[in-house]
């Protein structure tokens, strides 16, 4: 089996910045990808930030030019650096990791991590 383990969450005061982790375990072969998601009270959980499949990032509108996702491929983790922090960035952070779990088959599962809590105060 595969887990995802989220981190890095708490209250912090608007403006400020957070740190989230995500660490992958498990039978894992290769992991394609990985991406940072969020879901706010009431809301659909939406992007927030992504490796493209040519390396870059992407990123929404919302959080442009203030998160920051990173990979360390050795330790099988993605951090997501939030910086300039507002309250409505206030949800439960999610990772996603699209991964093969062995070589012999290319059938690439999707996993998520149980979410991590960002509250941004006013």
């Known amino acids: 089996q595969v887990q995802l383990v989220e981190s890095g969450g708490g209250l912090v005061q608007a403006g400020g910045s957070l740190r989230v982790s995500c660490v992958a375990s498990?039978?894992?072969?290769?992991?394609?990808?990985m991406s940072w998601y969020r879901q706010a009270p009431g809301k659909q959980r939406e992007l927030v930030a992504a490796f493209t499949s040519g390396g870059s990032t992407n990123y929404p509108d919302s959080v442009k030019g203030r998160f920051t996702i990173s990979r360390d491929n050795a330790k099988s983790a993605v951090y997501l650096q939030m910086d300039s922090l507002k309250p409505e960035d206030t949800a439960v952070y999610y990772c996603?990791?699209?991964?093969?779990?062995?070589?012999?088959?290319?059938?690439?599962?999707?996993?998520w991590g149980q979410g991590t809590q960002v509250t941004v105060s006013s």
């Open positions: 996603n990791a699209q991964i093969q779990r062995d070589s012999t088959s290319f059938r690439v599962y999707s996993y």
């Open positions: 498990g039978t894992i072969f290769k992991i394609n990808n």
